[in-house]
């Protein structure tokens, strides 16, 4: 298994601005995702964290809008840039390392954007 | 295109009470996993199954992997306040990246005491 961190856990943020979460795991793990969820409904990937090289984005996720950055094997962030009240979510960072696939997931951080 | 879905949506019971909660897909899946989030929380892992027929029991948890590897259940025993949350299956998406997942759209269960 692995113990993810984010933060900040949550915030709240005025239209227009740009706010970076960062999302921390307690060891090495090849894959890291961020995931956007709105509160008590499933998962909605963004993308996939590639150390090393640029991210790999789901369809209706641009680089511009959600740039994400992996230096290292154990750490990442997710900027969500010139935020709309529609960007009032909860994001999740996961760690990917095991046989089939299994991910562990930070805690999220809550965004409330005004 | 891979669809996991399931059923019920919303489940509210009494603590004590016996619930099932089904993951359904038209296509085979070499594993499905379950996650159970609490509100404020990431999900967390609570199994994964491989083989069909599979069941495996964590405490008074038991999930079962259908045989054709398409569907998967999770009962739950004696249900307690504690057991409440969002339970969301999940699978390897074939058509995605390396270690992509599918999710349901998950089951939110409220255990009353």
């Known amino acids: 298994s692995a113990v993810i961190s984010q933060k900040p856990s949550r915030d709240i943020c005025q239209r227009g601005t740009s706010l970076t979460i960062q999302c921390q795991v307690d060891?090495?793990?090849?894959?890291m995702f961020w995931y956007r969820q709105q509160p008590g409904q499933s998962l909605t990937l963004i993308a996939t964290a590639n150390q090393g090289s640029e991210a790999t984005y789901e369809s209706g996720f641009v680089i511009d809008k959600f740039p994400i950055s992996r230096p290292n094997l154990t750490f990442s962030t997710l900027t969500v840039s010139n935020m709309s009240p529609e960007d009032s979510s909860i994001y999740l960072c996961?760690?990917?390392?095991?046989?089939?696939?299994?991910?562990?997931f930070g805690p999220g951080t809550r965004l409330t954007v005004t | 295109t891979q669809l996991l879905e399931q059923s019920p949506q919303f489940l509210s019971i009494q603590e004590g009470e016996n619930l099932t909660v089904y993951c359904n897909s038209s296509s085979v899946f070499s594993s499905l996993q379950w996650y159970r989030q609490e509100p404020g929380e990431g999900p967390v892992l609570l199994v994964t199954?491989?083989?069909?027929?599979e069941v495996k029991k964590l405490k008074r948890l038991t999930f079962q992997f259908g045989d054709a590897r398409k569907d998967s259940s999770l009962h739950i025993t004696a249900a307690q306040p504690g057991d409440t949350g969002l339970y969301l299956c999940?699978?390897?998406?074939?058509?995605?990246?390396?270690?992509?997942?599918?999710f349901g759209k998950g089951t939110k269960l409220s255990v009353k005491p």
């Open positions: 999940a699978g390897p998406n074939y058509g995605g990246s390396q270690g992509n997942l599918i």
């Open positions: 199954v491989v083989t069909g027929g």
């Open positions: 060891s090495q793990v090849t894959m």
């Open positions: 996961s760690a990917g390392r095991d046989t089939f696939g299994e991910q562990y």
